[in-house]
């Protein structure tokens, strides 16, 4: 009590785990969009509020939490679901810890580490337009046009179900990322704006986007008793938003027609990123294409498919140092640039 004083910390031994974290979702409700709360809050309700709740919070020790994870591997739990719920605990502690309501953060050192991301299923160019071909000769209806913007442009899945008319502009070949879509437990949706300034950008449209846009226009000014345009550009019959998971059952439904490889909405942006490198665009460019916050963020997930781009690196300079040592002048009489040293 001594130490907490000299440091201006302020332990509330009235407050429990429990009703700590409740209040601290609920100061999070106000800054994170709905379906990051939403899967804080069950992570919360179902994972650490009953092996956790009941003790005092300036009691909760490292030992409690690492006798939980033991007890979790040990059931085979799954390590993305230890990973999320414990690094949920050691966020919600360290609040606690910035607020000099703790000493100490006890989670701090027990997050197990971060398991690594599984590898994405991507379609092939013959793939997609076999897709697309069996769209169109067979159903030919929004998501017809849907699956033909997302695969021709790379837009997330929420970006594409939250556009908007007002932010497409057809004689310009242009649209703008405004809005995005989420849903809560599969059922109620929320618009709001992209989490970074990258994500809030135009896109250029290729003539087969355009295309299927003006298809999707003809379609709702045919259903609208007035032939006006307004609202989102994909809807149910009634005007109101898709709802993600009924897409996603019919991508997968149309999939299996094909017998193709089984994959997710956001896999179809996977797979327009895949075919852009796949055809030789610079990663620099699918970067900007993609709206990544980083050139970093297009380089981690995407690296894998560098490959040939690395080779042709190579390859470029070892013909530059053999026309030197040939004694053939270099593609362009210039001086080599001077580097300097960061130091």
């Known amino acids: 009590m001594l130490a907490g004083e000299m440091r201006g910390v302020y332990e509330d031994r009235r407050i429990t785990v429990a009703a700590f974290l409740q209040a601290w979702l609920a100061a999070k409700k106000e800054v994170l969009a709905p379906n990051t709360h939403a899967g804080y809050e069950a992570c919360v309700e179902r994972d650490l509020i009953p092996p956790f709740g009941h003790h005092r919070l300036p009691d909760l020790r490292p030992k409690h ?35 000099w309501g703790l000493h100490y953060n006890p989670a701090r050192c027990s997050v197990p580490p971060r398991p ?34 997302m695969l021709g442009t790379g837009m997330r899945r929420g970006e594409a179900l939250a556009l908007h008319w007002e932010d ?41 986007v355009t295309a299927a846009l003006h298809h999707q226009a003809a379609l709702q000014m045919a ?30 439904k149309r999939t299996a027609e094909l017998d193709l490889p089984r994959i997710g909405l956001h896999d179809l942006r996977h ?14 460019v699918v970067s900007k294409t993609l709206r990544h916050a980083t050139l970093a963020t297009t380089i981690n997930l ?7 781009s690395a080779d042709q690196a ?30």
């Open 223 to 252: 259903a609208h008793p007035d032939g006006r345009l307004d609202g989102l550009v994909f809807t149910r019959p009634d005007g109101l938003p898709l709802r993600p998971q009924w897409v996603l059952d019919q991508l997968r």
């Open 314 to 343: 190579v390859l470029a300079l070892a013909h530059a140092l053999d026309r030197a040592a040939a004694g053939r002048p270099s593609r362009e009489n210039k001086p080599a640039p001077t580097i300097r040293s960061a130091a």
């Open 302 to 308: 995407y690296g894998h498919l560098l490959k040939d």
């Open 65 to 99: 939490v690492d006798e939980w994870t033991a007890a979790q591997r040990a059931a085979s739990r799954g390590s993305v679901t230890m990973y999320r719920a414990v690094s949920t605990l050691r966020n919600a502690l360290n609040t606690a810890v910035r607020s």
């Open 168 to 208: 497409v502009h057809l004689m310009d070949r242009k649209l703008y990322v405004r809005w995005t879509l989420a849903a809560i437990d599969n059922t109620t949706v929320h618009l709001r704006q992209p989490k970074t300034e990258a994500g809030r950008a135009w896109i250029s449209l290729s003539p087969r």
């Open 116 to 149: 690594r991301a599984a590898e994405r299923t991507c379609w092939s160019p013959e793939q997609a337009a076999t897709f697309l071909r069996h769209n169109a000769e067979h159903y030919a209806d929004r998501l017809t046009d849907l699956f033909e913007v």
């Open 271 to 284: 797979t327009a990123a895949s075919i852009m490198i796949a055809e030789g665009i610079p990663a620099a």
